[in-house]
T-cell receptor, first 111, second 114 residues
Framework: AQSVSQHNHHVILSEAASLELGCNYS??????LFWYVQYPGQHLQLLLK??????LVKGIKGFEAEFIKSKFSFNLRKPSVQWSDTAEYFC?????????FGAGTRLTVKP | DTGVSQDPRHKITKRGQNVTFRCDPI?????LYWYRQTLGQGPEFLTY????????KSRLLSDRFSAERPKGSFSTLEIQRTEQGDSAMYLC????????????FGSGTRLTVV
């Protein structure tokens, strides 16, 4: 069955540190992958998505993610985090009107 | 506001009562989805509609859960005979072109069963 796993439950960083959040999926077919962010008290918002083409995708607020097919991974990265990036981040897998989410990673950025 | 609206934002109910939540999607979106999110977990898919047709409901959590979208616009999610384990955030999302825009989520309805 298709699923998404996120390895880090809670990540704590200082401002200006680099970020990488892991996401792995299990599915043998064509993949459609997303990262969503949920800021405290707000709704889920789309950060970036991958459907096809360039495996390095850029999203809003300086985030990017790389699809590595051989590793079944879609890790989220940001070279220098800010305090305002404190939020929960969800990786999601989409196939045929079925969007499945990982358990999320809570990111805390210390000022 | 052109986002997805959910009402109410919070609902506290006694065990055994019925509750109904409403979702108003973005008007031009033909697809509407319901999810449940519990603490420390990602959203869990419940059901989805394309226009007024409910195309997937096998993952509704039990027969106490039902959803409608009578005119292909707003949708309601009803939970009958609520249990404490139903306490969660219930999220609604809508979409048109998922490849371009993904899903747009509402702020959710937080249900507390006491």
């Amino acid at each position: 069955a298709q699923s998404v796993s996120q390895h880090n439950h809670h990540v704590i960083l200082s401002e200006a540190a680099s970020l990488e959040l892991g996401c792995n999926y299990s599915y043998g077919g064509t993949v459609n992958l997303f990262w969503y962010v949920q800021y405290p008290g707000q709704h889920l918002q789309l950060l970036l998505k991958y459907f096809s083409g360039d495996p390095l995708v850029k999203g809003i607020k300086g985030f990017e993610a790389e699809f590595i097919k051989s590793k079944f991974s879609f890790n989220l990265r940001k070279p220098s985090v800010q305090w305002s990036d404190t939020a929960e981040y969800f990786c999601a897998f989409y196939n045929n009107n079925d969007m499945r989410f990982g358990a999320g990673t809570r990111l805390t950025v210390k000022p | 506001d052109t986002g997805v609206s959910q009402d109410p934002r919070h609902k506290i109910t006694k065990r055994g009562q019925n509750v109904t939540f409403r979702c108003d999607p973005i008007s031009e979106h033909n697809r509407l989805y319901w999810y449940r999110q519990t603490l420390g977990q990602g959203p869990e898919f419940l059901t989805y509609f394309q226009n007024e047709a409910q195309l997937e409901k096998s993952r509704l959590l039990s027969d106490r859960f039902s959803a409608e979208r009578p005119k292909g616009s707003f949708s309601t999610l009803e939970i009958q005979r609520t249990e404490q384990g139903d306490s969660a955030m219930y999220l609604c999302a809508s979409s048109s072109r998922v490849r371009d825009y993904g899903y747009t989520f509402g702020s959710g309805t937080r249900l507390t069963v006491v």
